[in-house]
């Protein structure tokens, strides 16, 4: 089995302890590749050297994380442009807006978020999109723009209807954890949209999925979520690894 993890922040002080232990378990687990989103400035330097241990293995996006926007401004953030001009980054990400944790600098947010989706269209580089509470007003936001971004919402958490409507903005829904618990409308949504939009991915180390819930998550369990993924559809493990590991082939040009 070929997976993807398209979305993993092994390089975070959560993993110091035993990040090559965790990088074999997720080889083990048949992880050919593991995408690693950044936060903000204060991570670019753990987030180059994982990449840098583990060339070709573990590659990187850059980018500023809605909760880490404060006050910044796109003049405050030169590291963005600087750092996708050297050619090492996947991705822009991870983007996008927050309004769970702190609405106080929602206007700000907003424009940041604008700023990299301009730096996605403007370098030709895929826009991974975090969204808490936010999914219908990124959506809107996405819906203006005549030259469209390509991406994923990592960790999708909206309706079906707003699913649609991403995919039809061109963007991919990503998948982790939340799949396997018992109230999610994830398995509907999949079921509904199909394989083909779909992308893998832990967000570790949160969001574990079962049996797992709770405790730190690894890029290894994205083979659990490709599990319940193929027990819900009636397919192989095997069979949703090889679409949704193509679909991310593609997105990210890897
Ligand atoms: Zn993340």
């Known amino acids: ?15 110091d302890a035993d990040r090559s232990s965790v990088i074999l ?6 992880l050919e590749l593991l995408l690693m989103p950044n936060v903000d400035e204060s991570t670019i330097d753990r987030l180059n050297q994982t990449a840098s241990e583990w060339p070709g293995y ?51 947010q907003i424009d940041i978020f604008c700023y990299q989706i301009d730096l996605s269209v403007e370098f030709g580089l895929p826009l991974v999109v975090h969204s808490r509470e936010a999914t219908g007003l990124i959506l ?13 919402l990592h960790c999708f958490s909206g309706t079906e209807a707003e699913a649609r409507r991403a995919i ?3 963007f991919m829904l990503g998948i982790g ?14 079921t509904a949209v199909g394989l083909q939009h779909i992308l893998l991915e832990t967000d570790a180390p949160y969001l574990s999925p079962v049996p797992h819930r ?11 979520v ?29």
């Open 1 to 15: 089995m070929f997976l993807i993890d398209t979305h993993t922040h092994i390089y975070l002080e959560d993993f």
């Open 58 to 108: 573990c590659l990187s996006m850059i980018g500023l994380h809605p909760t880490s926007v404060n006050e910044a401004t796109p003049s405050s953030l030169p590291w963005i442009v600087e750092g996708i001009q050297t050619g090492r980054y996947v991705a822009i990400g991870e983007v996008g807006i927050d309004l769970y944790w702190d609405k106080t600098y929602q206007q700000r």
């Open 168 to 170: 039809d903005l061109g």
């Open 226 to 254: 490709a599990e319940a993924m193929a027990a819900h559809l009636g397919l192989m493990a095997e069979e949703v690894a090889g679409i949704t590991t193509a679909n991310a082939r593609k997105l990210f040009s890897i």
């Open 214 to 224: 709770g405790q730190r998550n690894e890029p290894a369990y994205t083979r659990l």
């Open 140 to 152: 809107d936001i996405l819906a203006t723009y005549n030259n469209k971004p390509k991406g994923v």
């Open 177 to 190: 954890g939340v799949f396997t618990y018992r109230k999610s409308n994830l398995a509907d949504i999949v």
């Open 25 to 30: 378990r997720a080889k083990e687990a048949g």
